[in-house]
T-cell receptor, first 108, second 113 residues
């Protein structure tokens, strides 16, 4: 059974700081996705990572995938309040298996 | 182009009542999915439909049934609601089962008392 673990589960950070969210998974897959969810809202796709070594960047967020280590990271650079949300990684084994989510609060 | 739509947005049921959650997509996608989201647990797959006419169980199918009515519509039925089914339910669709991106509906918040 595939397990997907995110850490930390809760992250409170100051504006302007950098931080990384980690997503570990337990079985072979070379497809991983990151989603953002605002409170009371649906999921918005952020990044699609399709191969070992894939790196995608959008604004202050950068995601990477290491399939050998079964690890993806979501790096936040110079955080701003608008990035406050819950971030999920999901591993694709023809069905998506989600991590528990990381609640990010950026304090101004 | 509305994407994925779900009805209702909110629902309160008493234990033992039944109801159907509706989902429709207008993107001509072949595959559709139902998830539930509980605090601290991410999303868990209830049922999915790889294509019109097929449905399969996901991770947590007990207490639910689904119908793929046509290519556009995929409904989720609770025959006898239980408090453990209090959750937020999301429908999603993708071009095919092996396609890289799923698109999510706005969700249905269900409370069973």
């Amino acid at each position: 059974e595939l397990k997907v673990e995110q850490n930390p589960l809760f992250l409170s950070m100051q504006e302007g700081k950098n931080y990384t969210i980690y997503c570990n998974y337990s079985t072979t897959s070379d497809r991983l996705y990151w989603y953002r969810q605002d409170p009371g809202k649906s999921l918005e796709s952020l990044f699609v990572l399709l191969s070992n070594g894939a790196v995608k960047q959008e604004g202050r967020l950068m995601a990477s995938l290491d399939t050998k280590a079964r690890l993806s990271t979501l790096h936040i650079t110079a955080a701003v309040h608008d990035l406050s949300a819950t971030y999920f990684c999901a591993v694709d084994i023809f069905k998506l298996v989600f991590g528990a989510g990381t609640i990010l609060r950026v304090k101004s | 182009n509305a994407g994925v739509t779900q009805t209702p947005k909110f629902q309160v049921l008493k234990t033992g009542q039944s109801m159907t959650l509706q989902c429709a997509q207008d993107m001509n996608h072949n595959s559709m999915y139902w998830y539930r989201q509980d605090p601290g647990m991410g999303l868990r797959l209830i049922y999915y439909s790889a294509s019109e006419g097929t449905t399969d169980k996901g991770e947590v199918p007990n207490g639910y049934n689904v119908s793929r009515l046509n290519k556009r519509e995929f409904s989720l039925r609770l025959e006898s609601a239980a408090p453990s089914q209090t959750s937020v339910y999301f429908c999603a669709s993708s071009v095919t089962l092996a396609t890289y991106e799923q698109y999510f509906g706005p969700g249905t918040r269900l409370t069973v008392t």
